[in-house]
Nanobody
Framework: QVQLVESGGGLVQAGGSLRLSCAAS????????MGWYRQAPGKQRELVAT???????NYADSVKGRFTISRDNPKNTVYLQMNSLKTEDTAVYYC???????????WGQGTQVTVSS
């Protein structure tokens, strides 16, 4: 059974930085694409950033230039470096993985990020 476990969330002041980690149970090269999504209170879950198995990245316009997604295959971990955080970045952040062969989507349990003004 595939598990994705997020960590690194917390409380930070506007303008600060956080790095989220998503550790997978097993090789992340099994995933065609991995990514980060977020859900703020009262809002739908939205895409933040994705990274493909070959390293191609994609970002939501709202985070371009501030967030960076990366992957460390030997550590089976995907990261989201978040800089210049804004209050509107406050949300629960979820790790997501699309399995290559089965096209099954896996989700982590989420980690809370709160940005104070």
């Amino acid at each position: 059974q595939v598990q994705l476990v997020e960590s690194g969330g917390g409380l930070v002041q506007a303008g600060g930085s956080l790095r989220l980690s998503c550790a997978a149970s097993g090789s992340i090269t099994r995933f065609y694409r991995m990514g980060w999504y977020r859900q703020a209170p009262g809002k739908q879950r939205e895409l933040v950033a994705t990274i493909s198995r070959c390293g191609t990245t994609n970002y939501a316009d709202s985070v371009k230039g501030r967030f960076t997604i990366s992957r460390d295959n030997p550590k089976n971990t995907v990261y989201l470096q978040m800089n210049s955080l804004k209050t509107e970045d406050t949300a629960v952040y979820y790790c997501n993985g699309l399995m290559s062969l089965s096209l099954t989507v896996f989700w982590g349990q989420g980690t809370q990020v709160t940005v104070s003004s």
